[in-house]
């Protein structure tokens, strides 16, 4: 009787956590790079030059670069490669326009609806960025700037209300991360989230919608003023500081 030969059943490669934190790291270093304000609008991304300034493999760029493409940080041409988004002031006067619709209303509704447990948690990320600024965290500043806006629109319990502002914000961040002065309070603003936050907690919504008003005609200026420098800055000198890995992975 001939004698049946089973296949072993194959194994499931899993990814090592090891291999998790470093293709994390390349994603964060060029987050990083952007949102500190290094690379330029139209700024090729070159898989092979950020491997060795970031000392790691190809690959593992190429997976940070479609995750960022994949979340809007990036736009991907076709055939012609991975480039830093570059919007025109024109654009970014349109996003804040609807920015200013959206979170005027935003707020307006946080006024009459606001409970207990959203108050905290408005206060403990007002608490948060005052933080940040004491450490002189430029890049957690930046990305708890952004997250203030987004935590108004959840704190309105809408799902497709923050997933639209959400994406507004992805688009803007970046004009907004070269337009910023090196050291600020609140978003380069006039109006710091703080004050905000203040009115919101004292109902008072008039008050909200005109300071949130302030607030984003203060960021559509200051980014209106921004001009391109002469010429970009190196790739090595864009990481200084922010390398993924010390050893080539």
């Not at 988004?85 to 606001?114: F, K, N, Q, S, W």
């Not at 207990?116 to 004491?134: D, I, N």
């Not at 391109?228 to 010390?246: D, V």
Request: overall charge positive; aromatic content about 4%; hydrophobic content about 45%.
């Amino acid at each position: 009787m001939a004698q049946s030969h089973k296949k072993p059943p194959r194994k499931t490669l899993r990814p090592r956590k090891g291999d998790v934190a470093i293709d994390k790291a390349v994603y964060d270093a060029i987050r990083r790079a952007m949102l500190m304000g290094r690379l330029l609008p139209g700024t090729k991304l070159k898989e092979p030059a950020l491997g060795r300034v970031l000392n790691v493999s190809r690959e593992r760029v190429r997976k940070a670069l479609h995750r960022l493409v994949h979340e809007g940080w990036l736009e991907a041409v076709p055939n012609r490669g991975t480039f830093v988004p570059a919007l025109t002031i024109g654009e970014v006067r349109e996003i804040y326009d609807v920015r200013t619709m959206l979170e005027t209303a935003i707020v307006g509704r946080l006024c009459a609806e606001l409970g207990t447990a959203a108050a905290q948690r408005l206060k403990a990320h007002v608490a948060e960025e005052r933080q940040a600024v004491r450490t002189d965290d430029r890049v957690r500043l930046f990305g708890l700037s952004g997250e203030f806006h987004v935590l108004l629109a959840e704190l309105c319990q809408n799902e497709q209300l923050t997933k639209l502002l959400r994406g507004l914000l992805t688009r803007s961040t970046m004009h907004f991360s070269l337009a910023a002065p090196e050291r600020f309070q609140n978003c380069a603003g006039p109006h710091d989230h703080a004050d905000i936050v203040k009115a919101i907690l004292a109902r008072d919504a008039k008050k909200a919608a005109k300071l949130m008003l302030d607030h984003l005609l203060g960021l559509v200026e200051m980014q209106s003023a921004w001009q391109p420098p002469p010429s970009p800055m190196r790739l090595e000198e864009a990481f200084r500081g922010i390398a993924a890995a010390k050893r080539p992975l």
